[in-house]
């Protein structure tokens, strides 16, 4: 009797463990499937080539490239701010600071990632833009900067606080052997620390890229919602998933192909995010199995 | 051979630019804070004179001036509701399985990688999921229910991860003590690990919970109503039995989603309206984040095994 219960309890637990793994074959199921349907109605050739993205449009055109460009310019100028940012905060908080002044900086960096994103979209429109505009006349009140720059400092806390753990993991004789052959602090925090914790960083980056990618309420909010094939960061710009709030907010009927075009923008940002994620899986091996 | 001169001077370098890299690790620490500190002292100042109780009591309206955030509060409190009765125990059972019970196998390997990838997954690609699956698939409709079951998903692997490091925290000598007395594997999680552990578990429930609070982009896709000027259904019943469950399938909007909405409008007294949610919005997400902290600190100080 007892046996039997401990056997029903392993159970459940079990398939509450599996549940995470569901959730995954749902997304990608889910995706997949309402996609299907559109590419009997586009050619994939004209939806990688296309250099227009109109879908909802009397003189429809289905090309993704505007809306990838989108999504890279933000995502490229949030990484250019986080990564160095993070990356310099992490050593100096691994290296330099007390312990018990890195116990307060660090949850007080990671408030950062804690403030909902429509409430930093509110912060790149209405403050960071009209900054920007002091600088750059010209910009508009929609574009890509402000939501990249803000997007960047967003994303700051996911790079330093696991770059930083990476960091701290880092078995402190190392460190004591550099310090020993007269190595000063910069150095031992860039010529062993880093190294050492390359893998850990790499991750970090990892996640920090696919926060960029996936980042939505900002791109929506601050850089217009204007598929536009541009590198320029002063003009406006959609990112995938801005286009895919554009839609929703409208009334979009059950299997007409805006609502199947959501779903073909959302597959293409999980096979975006995917790639980061196989890569830096690939660049975490190559680096674990230098040591 | 290298005079001393040079030894020195080199040395002298060194000390230079070690002392620039400090400078350096100051400022971008610096340059977050103060970019975090500008964004409450901005919100603040537009939107901290706009809320009296008017503001919270009030639907929203066509007249800026007269507009509330009644819908929104109530229908993010709603759905964190649902949330929570959704994800707290999947995750806690997920957690203490990986924890207790899984074997080293492909199984549990798939489930662990399985688990970090969640955490990379846009959460845009969630709202997907659920208007295909919860709202036209189970049909659910754009309801609570629906949203609930979103976020609860979403926030799933936060609470999975931090009760997996609660239970890792407690030593095996409690275990071993257990099983001494003859408990089974079952009993020993129910009274002793999950008691102990209750602390970690419940700051990974605050965070998930201040996490979907926040949330907006996967309640825009599966069709929350931007603009909502009843309540859902009350939960409380005139006659037997009392309680009911109708408002599981309402109509919802909430607070990020009512604050985008007001941002996405020209007029600027809109816009206050919009900072005014803000600060309320940030306001809870703090304290949830700082009542996380403490309850982090308090518990790793009062647990000396």
Redesign the interface.
Known sequence: M?RL??RL??G???L??????F??L??VG??V??SIPFFEHVSFWDFITDREWTPLFENAHYGILPLLCGTFLTTIIALLVAI???T??A???SE?VRPNVREV?K??????A??????????A???VTPLLQKVFPSMGGFNVLSAGLVMG?MI??YISSLSEDAMRSVPSHLREASFAVGA????T?FRVVIPAAFSGITSAY??GI??A?????VV??AAGMQPNLTLNPLEPSATI?AF??QV??GDLP?GSIGYQS??VA?LS??CL?LCF?VIGLWLRKKFQEKE | MESRQDLLSNIKRRQMWDFFFALAGLMALLFALITLLALIVDLAMTGVPRIDFAFFANFPSRFPEKAGILSAWVGSFCIMLTTAFCAIPLGVAAGVYLEEYAKKNWISALIELNIVNLAGIPSITYGLMALGLFVYKLKLGQSILTAGLTLGLLVLPIIIVTTREAIRSIPNIIREASYAMGASKWQTIRYHILPYSSGGILTGVIISLSRAIGETAPLITIGALTFIAFLPTSPVDAHLPYLNFKWLMDPFTVMPIQMFNWLSRPQAAFHTNAAATGIVLLLMTLIMNGGAIWLRSRFRKKMKW
Do not use: W
């Open positions: 007892r219960k401990e309890i392993e459940a637990l079990f509450a463990a599996a549940s995470s793994v959730v995954t749902g997304i889910i995706l499937t309402e160095p940012l993070g310099v905060a050593a100096f908080l330099y900086m949850p007080i960096l990671e408030l950062l804690a403030v909902p994103t429509v409430v930093y979209g509110y912060f429109l209405l403050f400092v700051i806390p000063s602090r910069m150095q925090a990892i996640l696919s926060r990618l996936g980042e939505t309420m929506a909010i998933t895919i709030v929703s907010l059950h959501i779903y959302g940002l999980l995010t994620n």
